[in-house]
């Protein structure tokens, strides 16, 4: 079975910077470059949105909300992704899943006071 371990969330000011982490210590490399993954983000009273996504083969796509600020990348070495975020803004705030294909992670709260 998968497993997701997200890290580096927490409370940041307007303007600051957080990196979340996913690790997928358990997979096998060739489990962890097999699938697209990617990071959500959910608020309270708002719908899930996807925040930014990585195809196998590296290509990348954001929402427009964090494009410019906001990078998704990963180390297949360490079977890790990260999501670099940067200028972060109130509106960022969030409860923030990775996810392999179709596997989650348990979610990292980001909070950005206004």
């Known amino acids: 079975q998968v497993y997701l371990r997200e890290s580096g969330g927490g409370l940041v000011q307007a303007g600051g910077s957080l990196r979340l982490s996913c690790a997928g210590s358990?997979?096998?490399?060739?489990?962890?470059?097999?699938?697209?993954m990617g990071w959500y983000r959910q608020s309270p009273g708002k719908e899930r949105e996807l925040v930014a996504r990585?195809?196998?083969?590296?290509?990348?796509n954001y929402a427009d909300s964090v494009k410019g600020r906001f990078t998704i990348s990963k180390e297949n070495s360490k079977k890790t992704m990260y999501l670099q975020m940067n200028s972060l803004k109130p509106e960022d705030t969030a409860v923030y899943y990775c996810?392999?294909?179709?596997?989650w992670g348990q979610g990292t709260q980001v909070t950005v006071p206004s």
């Open positions: 358990r997979m096998i490399l060739s489990t962890f470059v097999s699938k697209p």
């Open positions: 990585i195809e196998r083969g590296g290509t990348t």
């Open positions: 996810f392999h294909g179709d596997d």
